[in-house]
């Protein structure tokens, strides 16, 4: 998402790289990158989910809490997601199914990193061929889970000076939509059917 690199030191004679290793065992696990709205799912919580969800009981589960615009909080369990080595550059997206612990439905998350756009604009604008948003909201409240690259590229180290770069937030997106893997089409006519519909969508 974006990368902060200081002016050159000497680590070998400055104390810069021991003091950030220093504050950084000393901080907490939010400022870690941690995820603290997460926690887990009670037994029986994670045993309707993982009926609803068709999994084995050897897959961890996690309960997510997405707060909405009135900042009221919804849960949702998910399978413990898997870190992967690399990702592409951008703003990649992680989609996976989930157990709605109010409405006992299978839905779509998307954890995403957004510009600021709401994807509920797209639905009051009445886009086709898009699912709609049951509710979306910033992974956390606190500072950690937004970029922070653009506020430096001003400084006389940055190698960068008038670059610009768009911040952006970590968050979630629920979608009342759950689809199949694109390679797993019936026909031709299926796949370019649904091609269509998204470009109309994106058009």
Known sequence: MGTIITEAFRYNKDNFLVEFFRHYSKASSAMHGKDISASLPTA?????????????????????????????SHYFVVPAPSATLYTLPGRPT???????????????????????????TLNRAKVANIPQCIVSGDIST??????????????????????????????????????????????????????????????
């Open 44 to 72: 029986r919580q994670a045993e309707s989910a993982r009926i609803a969800l068709q999994l084995e009981a050897s897959i961890p589960l996690v309960k997510l809490s997405i707060p909405d615009a009135k900042n009221n």
């Open 94 to 120: 992680r989609g996976f199914k989930a157990y709605d612990l109010s409405s006992r439905n299978v839905v779509f998350v998307k954890d995403s990193w957004r510009i600021n756009l709401p994807y509920k």
């Open 142 to 203: 606190d500072e950690y889970h937004a970029t922070k690259t653009h506020l430096y590229v001003e400084y006389p180290w940055a190698c960068c000076s008038g670059a610009q770069f768009i911040p952006h937030r970590h968050c979630l997106i629920v979608l009342n939509v759950v689809g199949r893997v694109l390679v797993e089409y019936s026909s031709s006519y299926e796949i370019v059917s649904a091609v269509r519909s998204a470009l109309i969508g994106e058009w």
